[in-house]
């Protein structure tokens, strides 16, 4: 079964960058849409960033907008997310989610998507 696996989390001081990976071993992701989401403790599991399953719709929260860029290299089966200007308030785990048949910003905002990756930590900190 199809399992995205994240890597790149990590510590990082605010203002610095991360960039975060997801890729799928013995699968190809190229059917489908991608989202990173995060969840902070105590806080609902949100959408950060959501990407077409050919790379050409994106979609950004609000509160990333301008800072991240989601992108994907079907040579690699990867999809990243560059994270820079890194604020306290990005700490979290994020996780890599497929999704397919909907939007994506309707997968960022509704959550809806067909599989979860394990999640990657990052944390933001002085």
């Known amino acids: 079964q199809l399992q995205p696996v994240e890597s790149g989390g990590g510590l990082v001081q605010p203002g610095r960058s991360l960039r975060l990976s997801c890729t799928a071993p013995?699968?190809?992701?190229?059917?489908?849409?991608i989202g990173w989401f995060r969840q902070a403790p105590g806080k609902v599991r949100e959408g950060v960033s959501c990407i077409s399953s050919q790379g050409i719709v994106t979609y950004y929260s609000d509160s990333v907008k301008g800072r991240f860029n989601i992108s994907r290299d079907s040579a690699k089966n990867t999809i990243y997310l560059q994270m820079d200007s890194l604020e306290l308030d990005d700490t979290g785990v994020y996780y890599c989610?497929?999704?397919?048949?909907?939007?994506?910003?309707?997968?960022?905002?509704?959550?809806?998507?067909?599989?979860w990756g394990r999640g990657t930590q990052v944390t933001v900190a002085a």
């Open positions: 013995g699968y190809t992701l190229d059917w489908y849409a």
């Open positions: 989610a497929t999704g397919f048949g909907i939007s994506v910003r309707d997968m960022c905002e509704t959550r809806q998507v067909t599989t």
